[in-house]
């Protein structure tokens, strides 16, 4: 599968942004999906998973209540709203896919062969 993320840009704290990783193939469903996140100078982290069917879900405690993750498989497209953002959100977003059983989200990069090229957010205060 190939992964295409859109939708970052520069926002003001307390502002709102919505990603999209729009995923090509027909076969979207088999693939649990996750968003990572890289700030300057820094390691690539965990922000959200979801399961192939979307009911199970994950999150960095750092953004639990803020970010919701969600997918529309007849639209082969994932999401991430970002509400109330903070300017230590500012990072290069990247959504990535992996092959997964009914039910699984995962929180680590290993688990993902499947990585889109990055979006960048910018948020300032």
């Known amino acids: 599968v190939q992964l295409q993320a859109s939708g970052g840009g520069l926002v003001q704290a307390g502002g709102s942004l919505r990603l999209s990783c729009a995923a090509s193939?027909?076969?979207?469903?088999?693939?649990?999906m996750g968003w990572f996140r890289q700030a300057p100078g820094k390691e690539r982290d965990f922000v959200a998973a979801?399961?192939?069917?979307?009911?199970?879900?994950n999150y960095a405690d750092s953004v639990k209540g803020r970010f919701t993750i969600s997918r529309d498989n007849a639209k082969n497209t994932g999401y991430l709203q970002m509400n109330s953002l903070k300017p230590e959100d500012t990072a290069v977003y990247y959504c990535?896919?992996?092959?997964?059983?009914?039910?699984?989200?995962?929180?680590?990069?290993?688990?993902?062969?499947?990585w889109g090229q990055g979006t960048q957010v910018t948020v300032s205060s």
């Open positions: 990535a896919a992996a092959r997964a059983v009914t039910g699984s989200v995962m929180t680590r990069e290993y688990e993902y062969a499947f």
């Open positions: 979801i399961s192939r069917a979307g009911t199970i879900t």
């Open positions: 193939g027909r076969t979207f469903s088999s693939y649990a």
